[in-house]
């Protein structure tokens, strides 16, 4: 098992982060993947995740903002489920000195 970090609307209409478990080795189904790139500084506000996904950074650092204020920054190797996809959502960030490259992969 490993331990990633996943993004999920609460009963409040609200973005939370929680610490959950994922199993090593065993199949995900999937709908593809899709590299993405951020320009260093970019900002998308306030928005849900389009879909159930899992996101990996490969360079650069993210950030994610949720409405109580919380963040959490994302480099590379590092993975988050977004799983909020009703709701106010979050604001995505690409912080540090470089843009930031990252995959994310659609999942049921």
């Given at each position: 098992m490993?331990?990633?970090?996943?993004?999920?609307?609460?009963?409040?209409?609200?973005?939370?982060?929680?610490?959950?478990?994922?199993e090593?080795e065993?199949m995900?189904?999937?709908?593809?993947?899709?590299?993405?790139?951020?320009?260093q500084?970019q900002?998308?506000?306030?928005?849900?995740?389009?879909?159930?996904?899992?996101?990996?950074?490969?360079?650069?650092?993210?950030?994610?903002?949720?409405?109580?204020?919380?963040?959490?920054?994302?480099?590379?190797?590092?993975?988050?489920?977004?799983?909020?996809t009703?709701?106010?959502?979050?604001?995505?960030?690409?912080?540090?000195?470089?843009?930031?490259?990252?995959?994310?992969?659609?999942?049921?």
């Amino acid at each position: 098992m490993v331990k990633i970090t996943r993004l999920y609307t609460g009963k409040d209409g609200e973005s939370h982060f929680e610490e959950i478990e994922v199993e090593i080795e065993k199949m995900v189904p999937a709908h593809g993947v899709i590299f993405r790139h951020a320009p260093q500084g970019q900002v998308q506000d306030w928005h849900p995740a389009p879909r159930r996904q899992y996101v990996i950074t490969l360079s650069g650092q993210g950030e994610i903002e949720i409405s109580d204020g919380t963040k959490r920054r994302f480099g590379p190797g590092d993975i988050m489920l977004a799983d909020d996809t009703t709701g106010r959502g979050h604001i995505t960030r690409a912080t540090g000195n470089q843009p930031r490259l990252y995959v994310t992969i659609p999942v049921k």
